[in-house]
Structures are given as C-alpha cells and as structure tokens.
Nanobody, 120 residues
Framework: QVQLVESGGGSVQAGGSLRLSCAAS?????MGWFRQASGEEREKVAT????????DYNDSVKGRFTISHDNAKSTLSLQMNSLKAEDTAMYFC????????????????WGQGTQVTVSS
C-alpha cells in the first residue's frame, strides 16, 4: 500500500501561481496529477515516471505547469504558473508501483485531493 498526501492548494487570481506537493509513503513507478472540476469528468494534468523522470502533459497545461519528482523525499510536485479560471478544480495525486499499470495509465493509489480555485 502506498499512501499519498497532497498539499499546496488554495485560491489565487488569474495569472498567479501555486505549487502542489504529494508525499508518497513508499516506492512508486509512476505518479501523476489529475483534476476534476465540478460537474466534469476527471482528467489527466501531468504524469511522470519516477525512474526516468520522463513526463507527459495535458495540452491545456503545456508551457504553464511543470511536474517534478524528488526521489530522495518521494515527493511529487506540480508547479502551476499563469493560472486560468478554467484550471479551477480538485487536484488529485495518483501513483502506481507496477510497470504494466503505468504503461496502461492505470493508477492504483490516490490522494484525497486538494482544491485549486482561480478567480478571474
């Protein structure tokens, strides 16, 4: 079992920045950030392989958000710049420990989420 604890959400005006963090209790092979706005389906924001540190981003956040991982601290981060009102959502950290799950984008472990609200 891997426990994930997110922090860093909050409220900010459009154009501002926030940094989310996710502390993992154990080894992970891949991790990612997902978000779900009210009345919408959950969508991928950015994912990362903890070994190679290769990343993948939703087109809507490319150039504005940066995902990173500190292996020593087992902590995933999401630096969010130039925030827009449409970035408002509950943000979830997710992880998997298996190669197959990661290759298929299946995440077994989820945090409880942290709210990000961007006012225009």
């Amino acid at each position: 079992q891997v426990q994930l604890v997110e922090s860093g959400g909050g409220s900010v005006q459009a154009g501002g920045s926030l940094r989310l963090s996710c502390a993992a209790s154990g080894y992970t092979y891949c991790m990612g950030w997902f978000r779900q706005a009210s009345g919408e389906e959950r969508e991928k924001v950015a994912t990362l392989y903890t070994g190679s540190l290769s990343t993948d981003y939703n087109d809507s956040v490319k150039g504005r958000f940066t995902i990173s991982h500190d292996n020593a601290k087992s902590t995933l981060s999401l630096q969010m710049n130039s925030l827009k009102a449409e970035d408002t959502a509950m943000y979830f950290c997710a992880a998997s420990v298996g190669v197959t799950q990661c290759l298929h984008g299946r995440y077994n472990y989820w945090g409880q989420g942290t709210q990000v609200t961007v006012s225009s």
